[in-house]
């Protein structure tokens, strides 16, 4: 009977241990992005055009430590808001090593390839601003909204992603989480906060 008992429990540890190792599949991948995870590798755009007419490729950042993505359009009112901020932060970390780029997937009129020139001649974008029509992009981040950012470690492997900082209002920002994510991982660091709640325009998929 004890040998029946035992066979009966490892029978039983065994297909609960099956279950859980089915359970992940089944999950989010992170609390607020249903794609990607905290430490999974940052899908390749390759072949994007930009408003400086060429194609870039995340392959052409092979030299910078860390690489900034940011999903942006030229309508949304939370990217204008943070425009300035972007900008100040390449002027910031580009000297160590940091690239930001920013990437537009939406297909309104006013996103358009000619018109992200003209916003970012005007707005005096130094960084590159890529088209993606296809929206694949995007989709393989798990993306949802502009502004969504995500930061890529020397792996090249997601070590942040959701919202720049916590205020719409720079002057009464508190925790400027992409920052402090960079910040970290240029002393060797993990970012104390790897995820937050992305804030901005619904992406409209199509």
Known sequence: MMRIGRWIEAATCFVFGAV???LPSTLPAAKFNK?????????AW???LGVDSKRHSLGDLKEAKFVVVVFACN????????????IRFVDDYRDK???LV????????SDQLPQMKSRASGSGFNFPYLIDPSQKIAKAYGATCTPHVFVLDQQRRIAYMGKIDDHLDDSKVTERFLRDAVDALLVGKEP???????????????
């Open 20 to 22: 859980v190792l089915l």
């Open 35 to 43: 794609v990607l995870d905290i430490g999974k590798p940052a899908p």
């Open 46 to 48: 390759n072949d994007l």
């Open 75 to 86: 309508h949304c009112p939370v990217v204008k808001t943070y425009e300035r901020r972007l």
């Open 97 to 99: 090593g940091v690239e």
């Open 102 to 109: 920013a990437i537009s997937v939406s297909r309104q009129a």
């Open 192 to 206: 104390e906060v790897a995820e937050t709640r992305q804030v901005g325009c619904d992406i409209e998929y199509e």
